[in-house]
């Protein structure tokens, strides 16, 4: 049976470009800086972030990871959103291997922390306290329905973060996604933050890696940051050859996806013992819950029709459009779901 997944954006496969690009890359050792493929990407991403350099690593979780240890001392501790991608899928892995605490703000429904929440929440040096070296926001917000973050928000948060001696860090796993909703370029979204970390592996369809983007001295430290906890690599040119696709290639296409999930809403509210608000749907990342019955029975019986979905926690089910999925399997879907409810 072939299955219409739509439990993640990661589930794609890379184009017949990509494969060509992979097939022809140019490669030399990362490990002495010297691949021209991987060259060419981080310099490509730089360009495209506003940023003074980037650096390549295996995946998004390892590039937060990064990221974050490169910016804190051990004793030290960071703000995230209690919803966030790094407080709750990436392993408490700031504590486990950096010694850094993971202080938790609310997020809003609209992927956002309360500006004024934050600020409370950071902590100078002092005896007894852990000093805030640093805040984390998600952009676009996996948990918040694909939330995006306005650059006006980004500024604010950043700017008050900044006063108060905090550096700020931006989870943008999909941030191309933000852009795309949006209609901003990527530099005006991230200008404010310190690093980000975006992934080649999700909407646009590489089949792994993500990269992380600063200036040029906290780049150099995070390459050792990376390189200690095995994240570096050799011949990874392979890999970088089809991000560069990716990024020439695959951006303007991601408003597909999100029509397709603005379909998708649309549809499931339509359906009696669906519980969604379409207008909550902000990307390719579509949330809904069942009014009535087992959340694992219906996707067990959903599985059965041939439709694949998530579930992440609670009485809610995930969806997530993406280059692999049309228009109608999108309509499938909906006809599957009428079915199982």
């Known amino acids: 049976m072939s299955f219409i997944d739509l439990r993640s954006d990661t589930v794609t496969h890379p184009t017949k470009p990509m494969i060509e690009a992979i097939n022809n890359a140019e490669?030399?050792?990362?490990?002495?800086?010297?691949?021209?493929?991987?060259?060419?990407?981080?310099?490509?991403?730089?360009?495209?972030?506003?940023?003074?350099?980037?650096?390549?690593?295996?995946?998004?979780?390892?590039?937060?990871?990064?990221?974050?240890?490169?910016?804190?001392?051990?004793?030290?501790?960071?703000?995230?959103?209690?919803?966030?991608?790094?407080?709750?899928?990436?392993?408490?892995?700031?504590?486990?291997?950096?010694?850094?605490?993971?202080?938790?703000?609310?997020?809003?429904?609209?992927?956002?922390?309360?500006?004024?929440?934050?600020?409370?929440?950071?902590?100078?040096?002092?005896?007894?306290?852990?000093?805030?070296?640093?805040?984390?926001?998600?952009?676009?917000?996996?948990?918040?329905?694909?939330?995006?973050?306005?650059?006006?928000?980004?500024?604010?948060?950043?700017?008050m973060s900044h006063s108060k001696g905090a550096k700020v860090h931006l989870d943008g796993a999909r941030i191309f996604n933000a852009s795309v909703a949006l209609g901003v370029d990527v530099k005006d979204l991230v200008a404010p933050v310190d690093s980000l970390t975006f992934c080649f592996s999700k909407g646009l369809s590489c089949p792994a890696g993500s990269i992380i983007c600063g200036d040029s001295e906290f780049i150099n430290r995070a390459r050792h940051t990376r390189n200690a906890l095995g994240g570096g690599m050799r011949q990874v040119g392979i890999l970088a050859a089809a991000a560069i696709v990716a990024l020439n290639d695959m951006v303007d296409r991601l408003a597909e996806d999100h029509a397709n999930a603005s379909r998708l809403a649309y549809g499931l509210a339509n359906i009696r013992g669906i519980s969604i608000d379409p207008e909550d749907i902000y990307t390719n990342i579509v949330y809904f819950g069942i009014e009535n019955g087992s959340v694992p029975e219906f996707l067990k019986n959903l599985r059965d029709k041939g439709v694949l979905a998530q579930h992440p926690y609670g009485s809610r089910v995930r969806m997530v459009t993406h280059y692999g999925i049309s228009q109608g399997d999108i309509d499938h879907t909906l006809d599957m779901v009428k079915s199982c409810i």
């Open 27 to 159: 490669l030399g050792d990362d490990g002495w800086a010297d691949d021209p493929t991987v060259n060419k990407l981080q310099d490509m991403a730089a360009d495209i972030t506003g940023k003074q350099a980037a650096l390549f690593v295996p995946s998004g979780t390892m590039g937060n990871l990064v990221s974050v240890i490169t910016h804190c001392q051990r004793g030290q501790e960071i703000i995230v959103g209690d919803q966030s991608h790094l407080y709750l899928y990436e392993y408490a892995g700031a504590s486990a291997f950096g010694g850094i605490s993971l202080r938790q703000v609310a997020n809003q429904n609209d992927g956002t922390l309360e500006i004024s929440e934050v600020e409370a929440a950071i902590r100078p040096m002092a005896e007894r306290f852990p000093t805030t070296s640093l805040v984390s926001i998600e952009n676009t917000h996996n948990r918040c329905n694909g939330a995006v973050l306005n650059p006006i928000y980004t500024q604010k948060i950043s700017d």
